[in-house]
């Protein structure tokens, strides 16, 4: 059969969506075409805030990447506004002239945010908060450190109002209603939701209702009905949105709010389909993520050929994006006389739970604080289930508590309906999870994360997620395994560097304060971590707290079996001197070094020092001009060479010269686990370039750069990244290469492991593909070794602040 051509208009998650459910029933059955407004692929328009307050980068909110449009046979044009849709001749036009021909089309064209018409609302420095370009404005406007206006206390403004907080403006939020969020909450979980909103340090005024937004060119400030005057740089209009139907409308389809569709998504016509915000479904309009994905299922999969699925208006649920911030609100909690409260506060915890029951059915829930039943209770209202008097009793408890005694939480888990909502933010249901799990033989959270999206985004459901995987896999599944970096934090170790970033947070005890670490002081897994992070990060404002390193970087030294130390000096690419193998011979006669090693780097070690001779040992050695060779350190540690072309007649380029180079440039780096480095002066590969983390084969053309290599525990051969012609590139590609790994690498794992986690696309489009990232990745190397290519034995030889650590304690008289 012949494929027909399906085209959609508009490029968002329920299009998104659709498209998978038509890929995974049909997948031959349509050769489809998309038409995207915005200059990008598909992305998770509710994850926006993460990355309005930096938590996140776009990449990690994108939904459908460039390759899976290239392997579903997807043509996408990024930045085409179809302008017209001819029914008669079944095409569409976007206005840059390109024009596809179509037997079914979809519309989806989403909102548009609405706009206060007050005196001033067309000023510069007006901003409305809908999809990545006014996340872009916002966080250029940000860097001023200015003032922002919020105009709108509902999830949009409260969002972007902590966003632009965390980017450092100081914040302003107007809600007209005298209670924020008053669709999705009462009064009393509204209070505590301004309460905390407060505390961040963001200004909340209700019952503020805007008369002008002042300024002549651009925006200088509001003016209230009520005089109040008030300076702002930006002002963010979140005051709500409404369906995008206008392209509908001009294509003669019947619209109301939106366009108008019956329960399979169908328009008027019936080869023309709309999905999302744009639709209007016996009079209702939709702008939260469930009831998206629930229509586009259903247009996917009548699409299809399913001609029994249909779309019923659902119940939705509520949560607000905002790190910190818990609550969750679903159905219908007014006030009614045949209506029932249950209230459950717990002031010095901070939470309050509502529950509204009539004739014994749940209709409606209210949490702030502990939200951890809303799927419980959300599934209770959808599903209509009697409440009787004994579950009465227990209900504001949870399903732990449903019926009375405590419930293994296994088996509250397993009571959920394969339909019960697990993840709010991309749509994921327990049977989907469980169902991929089962046939994708997954066994851990990231592998979940892959197939289904679930967890992958605020990160919220990530205890249901979990307990699904040990009902599916019982003792197959890890639980024990540490979920945070250590004990003392939930977070892992990139959400912990992501956050570092994000907040400007530059001491350890900031971060352990805004991040809410859960020991005073951290711990030993913890500490050494924080502080690569920070002197990584913040290279010329941070100071190395030595406290926080193991022993034998503070005393940059090995410590052995018996409480001596190894001496390792620094060979520039294997390379040394009669004066320097002097020196070592007679700092090892003078001390009574008892054991004399040459090392698989090409140096040499000195085992069996004691501490309190370190310092006079490093002196001798910084007087023949030897430094450090960090052999203690999670650092570059070598970079071996063989002899190239200066002597080897093999070798096709100085290998040992561009080692030198390299150990030159890069010694003193501190890094997330040790860095070795190999320089082969031809294929034959004497330096053994091919299994270490960085490695260069030096070929007739130029160079080889290798990566990603091991040969301890686990063994691997290198990657190839690239291959370059001369010298300067190489160094520009390597030392690129480090730098990216030194910021995106998590402490202790070393270069094979980070790259098999991103990806060995990732490094290559980071450093060889985009070029001005490689310069800028050099130019952050180059701040960071400012202060960083200061010899530690050098500073420690003498008599310093830290002379302390290598003195043997004296017996008291």
Known sequence: MSRQKLVVIGNGMAPGRAL??????????????IFNAEPRVNYNRIMLSPVLSGEKQFEEIVIHGDGWYVDHGVTLYKGHKVTEIDREA?????????????????????????????PGHKLAGVLTYRDLDDVDAMLLAAKSKGKAVVIGGGLLGLEAAAGLKAQGMDVTVLHLMPTLMERQLDESAGYLLEKAIRARGIEVITRANTKEILGDDKVTGVLLEDGTKLPADIVVMAVGIRPNGELGKQAGLDCARGILVNAQLQTSDPDIYSVGECVE??????????????????????????????????????KLKVTGVDLFSAGD????????????????????????????RLIGAVMYGDTADGAYFFNLIKSGEAIDADARDTLIFGQAYAGGAPLDPMAAVAALPDDAEICGCNGVSKGKICGAIANQNLTDLDGVRAHTKASSSCGTCTGLVEQLLALQLGDAFDASAPKGMCSCTDLGHGDVRRLIKAKELKTIPAVMQELQWKTSCGCAK????????????????????????????????????DGTYSVVPRMWGGMTSAKELRAIADVVDKFSIPSVKCTGGQRIDMLGVKKEDLPAVWADLNAAGM?????????????????????????????????????????GSWTPAKVKLAVSGCPRNCAEATCKDIGVICVDSGYEVHFAGAAGLDIKGTEILTKVATEDEAMEVI???????????????????????????????????????????????????????????????????????????????
């Open 20 to 33: 998978e459910e038509l890929f995974e029933r049909a997948p031959d059955a349509y050769d489809v075409t």
């Open 627 to 667: 430094v450090s060779g960090h052999a203690y350190g999670k650092a570059l540690r070598t970079v071996k060479t063989c002899v190239g072309s200066d002597w080897c007649r093999f070798g096709t380029q100085d290998s040992t010269g561009l080692g030198m180079r390299l150990e030159r440039h890069l010694w």
């Open 735 to 813: 030392t690129a290469l480090l730098q990216l790994y030194r910021e995106e690498g998590y402490y202790l794992e070393r270069i094979y492991k980070w790259a098999n986690r991103v990806g060995l696309d990732h490094a290559h489009k980071k450093v060889v593909e985009d070029l001005d990232n490689r310069r800028a990745l050099l130019a952050r190397f180059d701040v960071s070794q400012r202060d960083a290519q200061n010899d530690p034995w050098a500073a420690r030889a003498t008599d310093g602040a830290e002379a302390h650590e290598f003195r043997v304690l004296e017996p008291a008289s």
């Open 333 to 360: 909690f007014a006030e009614g006389d045949a209506r029932e409260d249950i209230v459950f506060r717990d002031a010095s915890r901070g939470v309050y739970k509502r529950l509204v029951l009539e004739d014994n």
């Open 90 to 118: 079944k095409t569409v036009t976007s206005e840059h002239g390109e024009v596809a021909p179509y037997d079914k089309l979809i519309i989806a064209t989403g909102s548009v945010p609405f706009i206060i018409p007050v």
């Open 526 to 561: 913890c500490r050494p971590a924080l502080n690569y992070y920070l002197l990584c990060d913040w290279p010329t404002e941070y100071v190395d707290d030595q406290q926080s390193r193991f022993i034998n970087e503070r005393v940059h030294a090995n410590i052995q079996k």
């Open 281 to 318: 479904f016996e009079s209702n309009t939709y702008g939260l993520v469930a009831p998206l994905y629930d229509m586009a299922s259903v247009c996917g999969r009548h699409l299809a050929g399913e001609t029994d699925c249909a779309f019923i208006h659902p119940q939705t649920s509520t």
